[in-house]
T-cell receptor
Framework: NAGVTQTPKFRILKIGQSMTLQCTQDMNHNYMYWYRQDPGMGLKLIYY???????DKGEVPNGYNVSRSTTEDFPLRLELAAPSQTSVYFC??????????????FGSGTQLSVL | KNEVEQSPQNLTAQEGEFITINCSYS?????LHWLQQHPGGGIVSLFMLSSGKKKHGRLIATINIQEKHSSLHITASHPRDSAVYIC??????????FGAGTILRVKS
C-alpha cells in the first residue's frame, strides 16, 4: 500500500495564480482532510470529506476549494493565491477518528510559498 | 485560549532520560491522538486513546477523561526521538483539533 500520496512537495506561486494540490489514498478510507500548518501553530483544518461526493468546510476554508469525486482522491484548489496562503499543507485520511485503534495517515506535505 | 494546550512548548533532554509531554483540552472528546512529526516534516500517528493507557515500545500514553488531560511518556530517550509531538482531540463529527506541538530534542 502506498498510503496517502500528496503532490507536489514544493511549489512557488505568484500572487493571483491558481494551483491544485493532489491527494490520493489507497486504503479505502472514508474520511479525508486538508490541513495547513503555520510556524508555531497547530494544524488547522481547511476542508474535510466524509465520503465520495460529500465535503464540508473546516476552520480556515476561505481561498480554497475541494472536491471528492472518488473515495481515493481529494484535491485542494487554490484559485487566487495570496501571500497569506504560504504554509505547509497536509492531506490526511482515516477510516474514522473515533473508532478504537483507528489511526490517521498523513501525506508527506506540500511546502507552498506565494510571492 | 486554545481548545488544546500542550506543555512544554520546547523540551531538551539528555539521552536516557524519562520524558513527559502534557496535553490539556477544554472540550468534550471522543478520542485523543498523539502524533509525531520528524524534522523532514512527515507526520506519523502514534496513539489513539479514548480511556486508560496504551504502550508501544518505549512510548506510553495515558488519558484522564475527568481531568481532560493526557500525557505522553518516553522512557530511555534516544536522539532519534527528537521530533515534534502533537496532541489532537476528536470532539465531534470526525474532525480533529490540534495542539501547537512540543519540540523535543534529545542530546547524546
Amino acid at each position: 500500500n502506498a498510503g496517502v500520496t500528496q503532490t507536489p512537495k514544493f511549489r512557488i506561486l505568484k500572487i493571483g495564480q491558481s494551483m491544485t494540490l493532489q491527494c490520493t489514498q489507497d486504503m479505502n478510507h472514508n474520511y479525508m482532510y486538508w490541513y495547513r500548518q503555520d510556524p508555531g501553530m497547530g494544524l488547522k483544518l481547511i476542508y474535510y470529506s466524509v465520503g465520495a461526493g460529500i465535503t464540508d468546510k473546516g476552520e480556515v476554508p476561505n481561498g480554497y476549494n475541494v472536491s471528492r469525486s472518488t473515495t481515493e482522491d481529494f484535491p485542494l484548489r487554490l484559485e487566487l493565491a495570496a501571500p497569506s496562503q504560504t504554509s505547509v499543507y497536509f492531506c490526511a485520511s482515516s477510516y474514522s477518528t473515533e473508532r478504537p485503534n483507528e489511526k490517521l495517515f498523513f501525506g508527506s506535505g506540500t511546502q507552498l510559498s506565494v510571492l | 485560549k486554545n481548545e488544546v494546550e500542550q506543555s512544554p512548548q520546547n523540551l531538551t533532554a539528555q539521552e536516557g532520560e524519562f520524558i513527559t509531554i502534557n496535553c490539556s483540552y477544554s472540550v468534550g472528546i471522543s478520542a485523543l491522538h498523539w502524533l509525531q512529526q520528524h524534522p523532514g516534516g512527515g507526520i506519523v500517528s502514534l496513539f489513539m486513546l479514548s480511556s486508560g493507557k496504551k504502550k508501544h515500545g518505549r512510548l506510553i500514553a495515558t488519558i484522564n477523561i475527568q481531568e481532560k488531560h493526557s500525557s505522553l511518556h518516553i522512557t530511555a530517550s534516544h536522539p532519534r526521538d527528537s521530533a515534534v509531538y502533537i496532541c489532537a482531540v476528536s470532539s465531534y463529527g470526525n474532525k480533529l483539533v490540534f495542539g501547537a506541538g512540543t519540540i523535543l530534542r534529545v542530546k547524546s
